[in-house]
């Protein structure tokens, strides 16, 4: 379904037969757009774009040069079984990434939130989640089955190994190896990363007040940097900030299923 009146489409576009093309949509040179693509009010694809697959695009969406969103994920166990990809509202791609589809031995859907900004060259692989207003610089790598929180921001030529979490709010360092999952608003550098102590400037971001920052600023340096055993401290710490909601979504994040556990190594420290 195509609104040619309202849209605008670069005559060398090639335009599957299928394809649902909202009002206001920018197509430009050289692009491609499968039958099962639908974009949504004001998608801008500015050239020598590939969208293929059930791939949906939010409104405003706009997507740079020789992206690839929705193709076949490097997966050798995927035999073109019928997945997606989902971008949400007002996101953007930057030139030469590329976004693969779900899998069906994952959660079948490649999802990215809206407001994010995905620089050049990065790379979402299959069953990613990301969530709203992330941001990630260039280069990097994200493994499949990868989930990032909101607002979380992820450095250049950082790499997330496959199944692993960052948190909301969560700060990954340039050049980092994530291995393990990084709590919601933590700060993490290094080769293989360790905490570096909280995101503090993005939470003042947020606008919360000093008392909540010092909150959980304290229970995190209980969490990380405490005596006796971390699931002794977990514990306590539910007692101790029970009526700090960022407290808890630490904690609910701590206590969700893990396939790798989560990253308690502290730079410089035993831990």
């Given at each position: 379904m195509l609104d040619t009146v309202m849209s605008m489409i670069h005559p060398t576009a090639v335009i599957e037969n299928g394809a649902t093309i909202a009002p206001g949509v920018k197509i430009g040179p050289f692009c491609t757009v499968g039958k099962d693509v639908v974009l949504g009010e004001g998608v801008e694809l500015v050239s020598h774009v590939a969208i293929a697959g059930r791939t949906?695009?939010?409104?405003?969406?706009?997507?740079?040069?020789?992206?690839?969103?929705?193709?076949?994920?490097?997966?050798?166990?995927?035999?073109?079984?019928?997945?997606?990809?989902?971008?949400g509202p007002r996101t953007q791609i930057r030139e030469h990434a590329s976004i693969h589809r779900g899998t069906v031995t994952g959660s079948g859907i490649t999802k990215i939130g809206a407001d994010c900004l995905l620089m050049a060259t990065v790379h979402v692989a299959h069953d990613c989640v990301l969530g709203d207003g992330v941001i990630i610089?260039?280069?990097?790598?994200?493994?499949?089955?990868?989930?990032?929180g909101d607002r979380a921001v992820i450095g250049g030529n950082a790499a997330l190994l496959q199944f692993t979490r960052v948190g909301a709010g969560?700060?990954?360092?340039?050049?980092?190896?994530?291995?393990?999952?990084?709590?919601?608003?933590?700060?993490?550098?290094?080769?293989?990363?360790?905490?570096?102590g909280l995101n503090l400037i993005g939470l003042k971001r947020r606008g919360l007040e000093k008392a909540e920052i010092f909150e959980v600023n304290a229970a995190y340096k209980f969490l990380f940097s405490?005596?006796?055993?971390?699931?002794?401290?977990?514990?306590q710490a539910a007692v101790t900030y029970k009526d700090s909601a960022l407290v808890n979504e630490m904690l609910a994040f701590i206590a969700t299923p893990s396939k790798h556990g989560i990253l308690t190594n502290v730079a410089g420290g035993e831990e």
């Open positions: 949906r695009l939010g409104a405003g969406v706009k997507l740079f040069p020789f992206c690839t969103v929705g193709l076949e994920p490097q997966d050798l166990k995927y035999k073109g079984e019928e997945t997606e990809t989902e971008i610089s260039n280069n990097v790598a994200l493994g499949g089955h990868v989930e990032v969560a700060m990954v360092g340039g050049l980092t190896g994530v291995t393990r999952d990084v709590i919601p608003y933590a700060r993490v550098f290094g080769t293989r990363a360790e905490l570096l405490g005596p006796g055993v971390f699931a002794d401290r977990v514990a």
